[in-house]
Every structure is written in C-alpha cells, then in structure tokens.
C-alpha cells in the first residue's frame, strides 16, 4: 500500500469543508485526520494527537483565530506541517501575504477540483506549489523583511547550493536532483539544510521565495507553459 498524504481541514463553512472531504476521500493517496473550524479548535488537536498532518488546508476569514495568525503559529511550532491557505480572495495582498506567512501553496476556492488534487499532490512531494499568479506576485512583491534577510555576498551561497536550489525551484524532488546533478540523494538534503539555515527561512517554499526575489532564479523558468 503507497503512503497516504494525511491531511486537516480547517474551514468555518461546513458546507464547503464537506465538498472538500468528499473530493479528498475519493482519493486512494489521502487521509482526512481532522476537521476543524478555526484555528483553535486546529491547535488544540495538534497538542493533544502526535498522529500530526503532512498538509494542513487552511481557509484564511474564520471566527476565533483565523488563518493567517493561525499560519504564523503553526509555522512557529510546526514547521514541518505544510499549510495550504484556501481563499475566496485572490488579491496580490492576500496572496502574498500568506506566502511570506510560510505557505506553501494559495488556492482560490473557485478552483477546480483537478486543480486542487493537484496542488495537494504537488505540495506533498514537493513541499510548495505556485502557479503563475503566485509566481508573479513573489516576483513582484517588494517586502522590507525579504530584502533584508536576503542581501547576498558573492559568496554567501557556493555554485552547487545554487544549483540545488534553482532545481528546487523547479519543482524537483531530491531523487531528481540528486540524478541531475550526479551527487546522493542525502548530499542533496544536507545542501537543502544548509539553504535553509543560510537563507532564515523556514520550508522548500521559503527558499523558492528567497530565489526568485533574489533573481537566482529566472521568473521565466517557473511559469508554466
């Protein structure tokens, strides 16, 4: 039996968070663990089970503690858990602002199911995804916080922690890196550990962030075709 990407729901709108698990559930690679709807009722589960999700769906308007201070939390103490933010917003506020926040990835809640499998698909085996709107918001995106944390001296990153992390950003799983760049997959994830200490950031999303803002990484290669 393959891994199953165990996941949480956190969602005020019961009908929505349904629809949600019924997609999810007809999926032979997802679990549901939990269902919550806010992000304390999240919390509290996460304190009390050490049965922890690999995806957390995050919807961002919720009463009690909603999305992006929950986010922040969970980025604090469980840096590991992927956060997905769900949104029926898609302003470039929003959006980047979740991302800076630690998601991984930004979904409109008008999106297609296909499109949503697929982005949970992608952020387990990759630990981010973007499409071309999110990509362009990172690009553009001008956040004093960013740019301060990401001054580079020539040599604050040698050529193959560069090299690594252009193919992160291309959506490469460690195998894949690791066969490109004819070195172990392990040599792989030490350089990823060294990007991440390096850089501040906290997950694979982080560092895609810290590269295209950085200009490491050609806007261009990153948006789909």
Known sequence: MSYAIKLILVDDEELFRSGIA???????????????????ELLDYLKENTNHPDIIMMDLKMPTLNGVETTKIIQRKYPKINVIAMSSYDSKAFIANMIH?????????????????????????????YNNTTLTIIRE????????????????????????????????????????LFISPRTVEVHRTKLL??????????????????????IEDLLEL
């Open 141 to 180: 995106e001008e956040n004093a916080d960013i740019k301060t944390k990401s001054v580079l001296d020539t040599d604050f990153l040698s050529n193959r922690e560069r090299d690594v992390l252009k193919l992160i950003c291309k959506q490469q799983s460690s195998a894949e890196i690791a066969k490109s």
């Open 197 to 218: 200490t390096k850089t501040g950031v906290k997950n694979v999303a982080g560092l895609v962030v810290f590269a295209i803002q950085n200009n490491l990484v050609p």
């Open 22 to 40: 019924f997609m999810i559930q007809r999926e032979p690679n997802m679990e549901i663990l939990f269902q919550a709807s806010n992000g304390r």
């Open 101 to 129: 926040e630690g998601a991984s990835s930004y979904i409109i809640k008008n999106s297609s199911p296909k499109e949503m499998i697929e982005t949970i698909n992608r952020v387990a085996t990759r630990g981010f995804y």
